[in-house]
């Protein structure tokens, strides 16, 4: 019987996270399933607010997997996601004394990284 492989996974989690998971996916989508070094030489290129909070998750799993003595120049992104997270509710005057919600989204952002075999 052949004996299931205990693979290693470092990860990172960003709860309440300043931006809205929509503008986070589209930075995570880029980088989805790329090795480390890519990951981060496309998220300093980016000129978006959402790549410089993906970047310091990434580099952030890239410690916890140092701390788990993993090989860094293997890793590569297994799992990225962008969770919703809670959402500050506002209301705002208009015109005829109607009143329109201003909804401020967080998200929960996730980044998982394992060793290529």
């Given at each position: 019987?052949?004996?299931?492989?205990?693979?290693?996974?470092?990860?990172?989690?960003?709860?309440?996270?300043?931006?809205?998971?929509?503008?986070?996916?589209?930075?995570?989508?880029?980088?989805?399933?790329?090795?480390?070094?890519?990951?981060?030489?496309?998220?300093?290129?980016?000129?978006?607010?959402?790549?410089?909070?993906?970047?310091?998750?990434?580099?952030?799993?890239?410690?916890?997997?140092?701390?788990?003595?993993?090989?860094?120049?293997?890793?590569?992104i297994k799992d990225i996601r962008a969770d919703d997270g809670p959402m500050l509710k506002r209301y705002m005057p208009r015109a005829y004394?109607?009143?329109?919600?201003?909804?401020?989204?967080?998200?929960?952002?996730?980044?998982?990284?394992?060793?290529?075999?």
């Amino acid at each position: 019987m052949a004996q299931a492989t205990q693979e290693k996974e470092a990860r990172a989690i960003h709860r309440n996270a300043p931006i809205s998971p929509t503008k986070a996916r589209q930075v995570m989508n880029l980088i989805r399933g790329k090795d480390v070094g890519t990951a981060l030489a496309i998220l300093q290129g980016l000129n978006k607010r959402a790549a410089r909070i993906v970047e310091k998750l990434l580099k952030s799993a890239i410690a916890n997997a140092e701390m788990k003595d993993m090989d860094i120049d293997n890793l590569y992104i297994k799992d990225i996601r962008a969770d919703d997270g809670p959402m500050l509710k506002r209301y705002m005057p208009r015109a005829y004394g109607r009143a329109t919600m201003i909804r401020r989204r967080y998200s929960h952002l996730t980044i998982k990284l394992a060793e290529r075999q």
